[in-house]
């Protein structure tokens, strides 16, 4: 899976009923029959101020190899109060980047 912090978008978004939340949305690359998602990491770290995410793979299970890999657009949404974090950390199976949160809605 080839991706980098420049594939990801973090921010936070303030909807009409005065509720906030933190958006995280990026691209992967995912192979025929699998599945991908952001989650949150358990446990988080020592920082409360840095959301930690992990990149999940449910690999292919089916009778038949899979052949095609395609683009994909990933999300994660949480509540959280504007500002309550300044970074998101995000791990992938060989390694991690983080990336500092836009502080306005887009």
């Known amino acids: 899976m080839d991706m980098s912090s420049e594939d990801f978008q973090v921010w936070y978004d303030t909807e009409t009923d005065g509720k906030s939340k933190i958006a995280v949305v ?26 930690m995410l992990k990149i999940h793979v ?14 994909k657009e990933i999300r994660y949404e949480e509540t959280a109060e504007n500002g309550a974090f300044t970074d998101v950390n ?8 983080t990336l500092k949160i836009d502080q306005t809605s887009l």
Request: glycine residues 10%; aromatic residues 8%.
């Open 58 to 71: 449910e690999p292919y299970k089916g009778p038949f190899p899979p052949h095609l890999a395609f683009e």
């Open 90 to 97: 995000i791990e992938r199976k060989d390694g991690c980047f």
């Open 26 to 51: 990026g691209k992967v690359s995912e192979i025929d029959g699998s599945s991908t998602t952001l989650v949150r990491a358990e446990p988080q770290g020592i920082n409360p101020r840095i959301l």
